[in-house]
Each structure stands twice: as structure tokens, then as C-alpha cells.
């Protein structure tokens, strides 16, 4: 049985009223409508929300590929979410040679991952490197008191303020839209008195 850390979002040993389950679910709900084609879920976890994808939007995807660098996490993944148009395979969110293995993606998600990272350029370089021209990246990262400043998440190597997060994504990507979230709702601006813990950046790569 796959160990319950705390770090890891595993539904079927969570209380379905979990705040913490209920926000990441939200976050595979949210991206739904932007996914068609084929499908990176990078840094899958337990993989419910590769599954969801292959389930609920199985007649505009080809495939979703969930990757996770936890062998015991993908093994779990494939006993307890199969669906035939879904596959989970071992592999790092940072490693370069991702594009021989798996080849490029119409459309990334890639939810919590960013904090676990030391230097994200890595990362951003294999976003960018893996999607299509024209293609949607999804990312999420909770927010915090910024880069190279530890923060109370054991789990996290840092928490990136809201501007050091934009500044990812402004760059490279002809459009980008950025959602706040709080619980399980998601705003493209922030109300005044109202705390966001998360971001989400929707970029639409160039036509190459």
C-alpha cells in the first residue's frame, strides 16, 4: 500500500471533503476545456488527474502521458487508473532528453511542481521544449515569500512570489493568462481583501 505523506494527493485515503484534495481536483477541472490532442500531465503524482483527462475528455484527446520521477507513485497510478487512452511512465520533470523519449504535446499541465525545484530554468526549458507550436501549457505553484527563501512546506525547496512567477512565462509564450486561486475557485483578477494562495499561468505557445 502507497505510503500517505502528507506531499502526495492520493484520493482513495483522503476524506473527499479534503480542502487540500478538493483544491488539486479543481485544478484538473479547470484545465479541462484547454486539453485536446495529445496530453502531457508532468509530475502526475497518483495519477487521478491524467485519469480524469483520459475520462472526461476522451473524445478530444489522442493520449495522456502521466510522468512522475516516484517509481512506487507510476506503479500505483497503473493499478489504480487505467483507462485505455492513459499511460504512466517513470521520468524527471527536468530532464532534457524528455522530447527523444516521449515527443512533443499539444498541450501540458503541469500542477505543483515549480517549488519543488531548485533552479527552474530546467524546467521551463522543457516545458517550452516539449509543446507544439500553438500548444497550451497549464502551471500552477502555490505563492510565497520568493525564490531562494525557505519556506514552512518540508517538501519545497522555495515558494515563488507572484511577480517571480509571471516573469516565467511573459517571455516565451505570445499569449498568457493568469488565474488566482483560493479553494477550489479560480479568478483572472484578485479582489481586494481576498488571499490567493495559488497561481495558474495558461500560455499558448507561438506558431513556429
Same mark, same amino acid.
Given at each position: ?42 509530475? &502526475? ?41 492513459? =499511460? ?18 499539444? &498541450?501540458?499541465?503541469?500542477?505543483? =511542481? ?21 500548444? =497550451? ?13 525557505? &519556506? ?50 495558461? &500560455? ?5
Amino acid at each position: 500500500m502507497i505510503e500517505d505523506t502528507g506531499e502526495r494527493v492520493i484520493p482513495k485515503l483522503m476524506d473527499p471533503l479534503n480542502p487540500l484534495l478538493l483544491e488539486h481536483i479543481a485544478r484538473y477541472q479547470f484545465a479541462l476545456n484547454y486539453l485536446s490532442g495529445r496530453v502531457l500531465d508532468l509530475s &502526475c503524482g497518483a495519477g487521478y488527474g491524467t485519469h480524469m483527462i483520459a475520462k472526461r475528455r476522451k473524445k478530444h484527446i489522442s493520449e495522456v502521458i502521466g510522468l512522475d520521477l516516484d517509481q512506487e507513485i507510476i506503479d500505483y497510478a497503473k493499478n489504480e487508473y487505467y483507462h485505455p487512452q492513459s =499511460t504512466y511512465e517513470v521520468a524527471d520533470a527536468t530532464d532534457p532528453n524528455l522530447i527523444n523519449r516521449f515527443g512533443t504535446f499539444d &498541450c501540458i499541465v503541469s500542477f505543483e =511542481t515549480i517549488e519543488h525545484i531548485e533552479d527552474e530554468k530546467s524546467i521551463i526549458n522543457n516545458y517550452h521544449r516539449l509543446l507544439k507550436p500553438g500548444g =497550451t501549457l497549464i502551471v500552477s505553484t502555490p505563492f510565497g515569500e520568493g525564490r531562494g527563501v525557505p &519556506c514552512g512546506n518540508p517538501f519545497h525547496i522555495h515558494q515563488l512570489t507572484q511577480d517571480e512567477f509571471r516573469e516565467l512565462f511573459n517571455e516565451r509564450y505570445e499569449q498568457v493568462n493568469f488565474f488566482y486561486q483560493n479553494g477550489v475557485v479560480m479568478e483572472p483578477k484578485q479582489r481586494e481583501g481576498v488571499r490567493y494562495p495559488l497561481g495558474i499561468a495558461v &500560455c499558448q505557445k507561438g506558431e513556429e
